[in-house]
């Protein structure tokens, strides 16, 4: 059973960082392109960035492109979501996605596969 869990959302203020890791079991976690999505309230999941499988790709959202960093650690099974500068329309449930194969690393929910629950991030100002 393929398991993403998420963590590290919470409230924070306007301005400033947050890290949120999610942590994936039941498969060859090294072998996967991974991915960030986002939910708002009241709007359509829409893609945050994404790491290839060998961690020489990255991909982000124009939204917040140059306030976020998606990294991996595939010794710990783990890809992360470095977030700086947060605004209050970042306020979002963010989720964490497993590329499917045999599509490559993309920004549409196409390309993946097995989800997270996501963790809740509210920005406030």
């Known amino acids: 059973q393929v398991l993403l869990v998420e963590s590290g959302g919470g409230l924070v203020q306007a301005g400033e960082s947050l890290r949120l890791s999610c942590v994936v079991s039941?498969?060859?976690?090294?072998?996967?392109?991974m991915g960030w999505f986002r939910q708002a309230p009241g709007k359509d999941r829409e893609f945050v960035g994404a790491i290839s499988w060998n961690g020489r790709e990255t991909y982000y959202t124009d939204a917040m492109y140059g306030r976020i960093t998606v990294s991996r650690d595939d010794s710990k099974n783990t890809v992360y979501l470095l977030m700086s500068g947060l605004k209050l329309e970042d306020t979002a449930v963010y989720s964490c996605?497993?590329?499917?194969?045999?599509?490559?690393?993309?920004?549409?929910?196409?390309?993946?596969?097995?989800w997270g629950q996501g963790t809740q991030v509210t920005v406030s100002a």
């Open positions: 996605a497993t590329g499917r194969s045999p599509y490559g690393i993309g920004m549409s929910r196409n390309n993946y596969s097995a």
């Open positions: 039941g498969l060859a976690f090294s072998h996967y392109h």
